[in-house]
Nanobody, 118 residues
Framework: QVQLVESGGGLVQTGGSLRLSCAASGNIFSINVMDWYRQAPGKQRELVAMITGGSSTNYADSVKGRFTISRDNAKNTMYLQMNSLKPEDTAVYYC????????????WGQGTQVIVSS
């Protein structure tokens, strides 16, 4: 079983920055993709950014140029550096790990709240 624990959320003013972390533990298949999702009140969960084990990345248009996803494979940890935050970035942020082999597990963290005040 794989566990994901997010941290780093909080309250920040418009234009501020936050860095989220997602620590993975357990029996993780080495070939995997990790993602950040977010869900705002009353809205569907949406993909924010994804990163492969080889550090190829992809971003939602709404965060391109402001957010940076990265990972440290030695620490089994993924990060999301969020700059120039806007009120519309307010959401619960979730990390996800998808195994591309092995048991093909698909795991989610419990989420961390980000609130951007105007």
């Amino acid at each position: 079983q794989v566990q994901l624990v997010e941290s780093g959320g909080g309250l920040v003013q418009t234009g501020g920055s936050l860095r989220l972390s997602c620590a993975a533990s357990g029996n993780i298949f080495s070939i995997n993709v990790m993602d950040w999702y977010r869900q705002a009140p009353g809205k569907q969960r949406e993909l924010v950014a994804m990163i492969t084990g080889g550090s190829s990345t992809n971003y939602a248009d709404s965060v391109k140029g402001r957010f940076t996803i990265s990972r440290d494979n030695a620490k089994n940890t993924m990060y999301l550096q969020m700059n120039s935050l806007k009120p519309e970035d307010t959401a619960v942020y979730y990390c996800r790990l998808r195994e591309l082999g092995g048991t093909g597990g698909d795991y989610w963290g419990q989420g961390t709240q980000v609130i951007v005040s105007s």
